[in-house]
C-alpha cells in the first residue's frame, strides 16, 4: 500500500490555493481567518503548513478574540510559532485594532449606545482584567477622549467618583460614557455594577455632566444599564 504523504509547506499547494497569492490577485478580504495567519507565519512545521498552522493556532484559542487576549507567551508554546512569530501575530491584531478606531473625517458621532460600543468593543472585550473606561462626549456627542482609569474587580468604593470625572472637567465635556469589560464573557449586570452606575449619576448631577450610559462588555455581547434600568436616570 502506497501512502500519500502530507503537505507540509505552502509552496506544496496549487498557485491557486496559496494564501499569497489568492490575497494578491482577489484581495485579502476573500482569505478565512486561517489563511490570513499563514501569511503571517509563511512556513509551517513538520506534518502542518502554514495554513494547518494558522487554524490551529484559531482552534487554540477560540477566535481572532481569543489570540487578542491570550498571552504572549501563551502564542509562544505552540509548536512551530516562538517569540517571533508571536509578536507578527500580536502585532498584526493591534494594528487592525487601531485602523478600526482611525477616523479620517472629524471625530465619531455618539447617537446610540451602538456607535461608542464600536469604538472600544474589540479592545476591552479582549482584556483578561475588568477595566473601567470613561468616553467622553462634546455637546454636540462627538467623542472627545477615552480615558482607561482602574483596574481589577469593580465597585463603588473601589472607583475614586472624582476620577471619573476628571478629565471631563479639564477639557470641558458635556457627557461621559462608562464602559466596563467582564472577562468571564457573560454581560450581565451585578449589584455592585448598578451602585456604582448609581454613584456616577450622582455625581454627574452636581458637576453638570451627565452620564450617558454605563456598558458592560461581555465576550460577545454587551448590556446596557441604561436600558436594562431606565428608573436610575429618572430618580
Known amino acids: 500500500m502506497v501512502e500519500v504523504a502530507q503537505t507540509h509547506r505552502i509552496q506544496d499547494l496549487n498557485t491557486s490555493e496559496r494564501p499569497r497569492e489568492r490575497l494578491e490577485k482577489y484581495g485579502a478580504q476573500v482569505l478565512t481567518n486561517g489563511e490570513l495567519l499563514a501569511i503571517l507565519l509563511r512556513v509551517g512545521i513538520q506534518g502542518r503548513n502554514a495554513v494547518q498552522l494558522g487554524q490551529e493556532i484559531l482552534t487554540r484559542f477560540g477566535d481572532l478574540a481569543g489570540i487578542q ?3 504572549f507567551s ?8 516562538g517569540p517571533a512569530k508571536a509578536a507578527q501575530i500580536k502585532a498584526a491584531i493591534e494594528l487592525g485594532n487601531r485602523l478600526s478606531k482611525e477616523s479620517t473625517n472629524e471625530r465619531p458621532l455618539v447617537s446610540k449606545p451602538e456607535d461608542a460600543i464600536e469604538l472600544v468593543r474589540y479592545e476591552l472585550r479582549g482584556k483578561e ?8 462626549l462634546s455637546s ?11 483596574k481589577g474587580s469593580l465597585n463603588s468604593s473601589s472607583v475614586r467618583i472624582a476620577e471619573l470625572f476628571k478629565t471631563a472637567i ?6 461621559v460614557i462608562l464602559f466596563h469589560n467582564h472577562p468571564s464573557g457573560d454581560a450581565n449586570e451585578s449589584p455592585e455594577d448598578v451602585n456604582l452606575t448609581k454613584t ?6 452636581m458637576l453638570d455632566i451627565k452620564v450617558l450610559d454605563h456598558i458592560i462588555i461581555g465576550g460577545g455581547d454587551f448590556v446596557s444599564i441604561k436600558k436594562q434600568h431606565p428608573g436610575l436616570w429618572l430618580a
Not at 75 to 80: F, K, P, R, V, Y
Not at 140 to 150: A, E, F, P, S
Not at 170 to 175: E, F, G, K, L, T
Not at 200 to 205: F, N, Q, T, V
Open 170 to 175: 479639564r477639557i470641558n465635556a458635556a457627557a
Open 140 to 150: 454636540r456627542n462627538r467623542m472627545l477622549q477615552i480615558d482607561k482609569l482602574y
Open 200 to 205: 456616577a449619576l450622582e455625581a454627574g448631577k
Open 74 to 81: 501563551a502564542l509562544c508554546e505552540i509548536e512551530g510559532v
Open 69 to 71: 487576549r491570550a498571552p
Open 129 to 136: 482584567q475588568e477595566e473601567l473606561w470613561v468616553m467622553m
